[in-house]
């Protein structure tokens, strides 16, 4: 899988959100977006 430079487009993919429902990137378009991926809470690292 090649990584992401500066200025490329996120690929298309969908994920669960905090409430457990489906929502896709397509959903934000033309929108500014922030994603953000942590450790399951109170695990180390």
């Known amino acids: 899988m090649a ?3 500066v200025g ?3 690929p298309a993919f ?6 457990g429902a ?3 990137l397509e959903q934000y378009r033309g929108h ?4 953000w ?3 399951k809470a ?3 690292g």
């Open 3 to 5: 990584l992401l430079k």
């Open 8 to 10: 490329d487009l996120a």
């Open 14 to 19: 969908s994920m669960r959100n905090q409430q």
């Open 22 to 24: 489906a929502t896709t």
């Open 32 to 35: 500014h977006v922030v994603l």
């Open 37 to 39: 991926w942590y450790p």
């Open 42 to 44: 109170d695990t180390p």
